[in-house]
């Protein structure tokens, strides 16, 4: 695989998204940040209306759509900023974006050289197993784009 570039901006959104992990310590409460945040302050629900614009079983409404993650970003943002907080967004991988593209790189390449093992097998041309790894290797850098990665097959 190629393009050096495109490698290098997944290694510095890496080091970037480590500063998240681990993700757990970003959990929600179990009412949601909105209803937390107002409770620790002292406010009611009334009065963070009026700090939104909005009436309280408005309020409310936003806090359950909240819990149950059904909320939209600008109602989140509103919410966040009537509270003097800042909304902070963003997807966090579960592992690092070259470990993704690695994985996802090995998965076809083994898919697609396994067909052909088997077909040699089918033709009584066997290959050596020991040399798979390498074959491997060879197949995602000679063979597969990034881009090529998420097409469906």
């Known amino acids: 695989m190629k393009n050096d570039s495109r490698k290098r901006g997944r290694l510095r959104l890496d080091e ?34 009026t700090r939104i614009g909005v009436r309280p079983q408005t309020v409310e409404a936003i806090e359950k759509s909240e819990a149950a993650g059904t909320i939209q970003l600008n109602t989140l943002r509103r919410a966040a900023e009537a509270l003097d907080c800042t909304l902070v967004y963003a997807l966090v991988p579960n592992s690092s974006l070259e470990t993704v593209i690695e994985a996802r790189a090995r998965k076809i390449a083994t898919r697609e050289l396994q067909r052909v093992a088997h077909t040699m097998r089918l033709e009584a041309q066997d290959t050596d197993e020991a040399d798979f790894e390498s074959r ?3 197949y995602i850098r000679d063979n597969l784009s990034e881009r090529d990665l998420w097409n469906e097959t």
């Not at 959990?27 to 302050?41: I, M, S, Y």
């Open 16 to 49: 970037r998204l480590r500063a998240l992990q681990p993700i757990d310590r970003f959990k929600a409460p179990p009412k949601g940040w909105v209803r937390a945040l107002r409770d620790a302050l002292g406010m009611t629900g009334a009065q963070l209306g």
């Open 136 to 138: 491997v290797q060879a």
